[in-house]
C-alpha cells in the first residue's frame, strides 16, 4: 500500500485546511483497513488526528474533534481531511496513514504552515 498526501502548504489563520491522501496499492474499503491522519508540530512528537474505517467509520481526537472531518471517495481511492479554523499551533508536517492489523503504512507527510 502506498499512500500520498497532498495540500496547500500554506494556510492564512482561521481558514480551512483541506488534505488528500491518495491511496494506491489497495482499496481504502477493504475489510479492517484504518486510515489515520497524524501530525507532528515543529520540535514535537506525533499528534494522531483521526481515523476513517474500511466501514466508513470515523473517530477523532478528542482535543480536535470539534473543528475536523474526515471523509474519503471510494471510487477516487482517497482519504480527506478537513480541519477548520486553524491556528498558528496547526502548523505541522500532517501524514496519511494506514493500519491493518500488524501492519502499518505511511506516506511521506505534507508540510503545512499556518500563518497570515
Known amino acids: 500500500v502506498q499512500l500520498q498526501e497532498s495540500g496547500p502548504g500554506l494556510v492564512k489563520p482561521s481558514q480551512t485546511l483541506s488534505l488528500t491522501c491518495t491511496v494506491s496499492?489497495?482499496?481504502?474499503?477493504?475489510?479492517?483497513?484504518?486510515w489515520s491522519w497524524i501530525r507532528q508540530p515543529p520540535g514535537k512528537g506525533l499528534e494522531w488526528i483521526g481515523y476513517?474505517?474500511?466501514?466508513?467509520?470515523?473517530f477523532y481526537s478528542p482535543s480536535l474533534k470539534s473543528r475536523t472531518s474526515i471523509s474519503r471517495d471510494n471510487a477516487k481511492n482517497t482519504v480527506y481531511l478537513q480541519m477548520n479554523s486553524l491556528k498558528a499551533e496547526d502548523t505541522a508536517e500532517y501524514v496519511c496513514?494506514?493500519?491493518?492489523?500488524?501492519?502499518?503504512?505511511w506516506g511521506q507527510g505534507t508540510q503545512v504552515t499556518v500563518s497570515s
Open positions: 476513517i474505517a474500511y466501514s466508513g467509520e470515523t
Open positions: 496499492g489497495g482499496s481504502i474499503t477493504t475489510n479492517y483497513y484504518y
Open positions: 496513514n494506514a493500519f491493518y492489523f500488524v501492519f502499518t503504512y
